[in-house]
């Protein structure tokens, strides 16, 4: 297997750098992010600063891990280790004769792509904040409203953003009162930038009437076969977990908690340096979960999430 180090260059307005294959190489004409193999002694993030100023002239390049994934083409069978970079010196130039271009991940219009960067390209079209429903705990119209104000920022905010990923997951609401909420956020999705997936914690078909499906870390381990949902996200603890989650299909992950909560009372919490080691190799991404806030985004990234799960801070 042959470790790889890969760059994914993100402007500030989510645009990301990809590159054509030269002629005589394999897949030569298709496209792909910047990167290539580990030398003897390099770690990874040294792999990938020394590339991208190969390739691309990028100096004093700054990377933080994101998914670690394997893929096997006829020619090598190579292991990926995917990292974002946001931040680097000197404006990307093509110093190999390869054709470079920006492009929002929702707007790829190359083609073709290679094959291990098509789930990459799926991955970031997934919003930094994964926000979890808190209707019972804080009442159903303070929970819609707080929602409201957020659909209301992320329309403000002008430039092209993902929509608004929320989970709904409330057991203790009485039915009838679940019921008349999930069909207020369905209809919702009609004219509001909204994606929602429902826990597993609820019967089937309400994910499967919707954009997808989050399952408990029992329901994985259960689970025979991918459900039939456009989004599939799970709950992991482990890196058991989480291999289970890659080979089920699962989109996404959410891991923790990070800090003690409320919602798991006695768990003092994995912490930071737990978290990194959890996600060290991680096959999809993770959204870092648990006692978490806005102001925690830049910390989670560096240690490996792609982005951070908030539950009672979502809605403040």
Not at 274 to 292: E, K, S
Request: proline share 9%.
């Amino acid at each position: 297997m042959v470790d790889v180090a890969v760059g994914v260059v993100e402007r500030p307005d989510g645009a990301v750098l990809i590159g054509q294959r030269l002629a005589g190489k394999p897949y030569a004409g298709w496209w792909e992010f910047p990167g290539g193999k580990l030398e003897a002694g390099e770690t990874v993030d040294q792999a990938l600063a020394r590339e991208l100023h190969e390739e691309v002239g990028l100096e004093q390049v700054a990377s933080t891990p994101w998914v670690v994934r394997g893929h096997v083409y006829p020619h090598a069978t190579v292991r990926l280790f995917f990292r974002r970079v946001r931040s680097w010196r000197g404006e990307p130039r093509s110093r190999e004769g390869q054709a470079l271009v920006w492009r929002h991940p929702t707007a790829i219009d190359v083609a073709p792509l290679l094959p291990a960067a098509l789930a990459p390209i799926g991955w970031l079209r997934l919003p930094a904040v994964y926000r979890l429903s808190c209707a019972a705990e804080l009442g159903v119209e303070a929970f819609e409203r707080g929602l409201a104000r957020a659909l209301d920022a992320l329309q403000d905010a002008g430039a092209p953003a993902a929509p608004l990923l929320l989970l709904l997951r409330e057991p203790a609401l009485p039915q009838p009162t679940f019921d008349a909420l999930f069909s207020r956020l369905r209809a919702l999705r009609a004219n509001r930038p909204l994606r929602l997936l429902v826990s597993s914690r609820h019967p089937a078909a309400y994910a499967q009437s919707v954009d997808g499906l989050h399952l408990t870390a029992r329901d994985l381990l259960a689970a025979t076969g991918r459900p039939q949902v456009p989004l599939l996200a799970a709950s992991c603890h482990d890196a058991r977990e989480q291999a289970a989650a890659a080979a089920l299909g699962c989109d996404f992950a959410t891991v923790g908690p990070v800090r003690p909560t409320p919602s798991h009372p006695g768990a003092p919490g994995i912490g930071w340096d737990a978290l990194a080691a959890a996600l060290a190799l991680t096959p999809i991404p993770v959204y870092a979960l648990g006692g978490l806030a806005q102001a925690d985004l830049p910390m989670a990234q560096a240690r490996g999430a792609h982005g951070v799960a908030l539950m009672r801070a979502a809605w403040r």
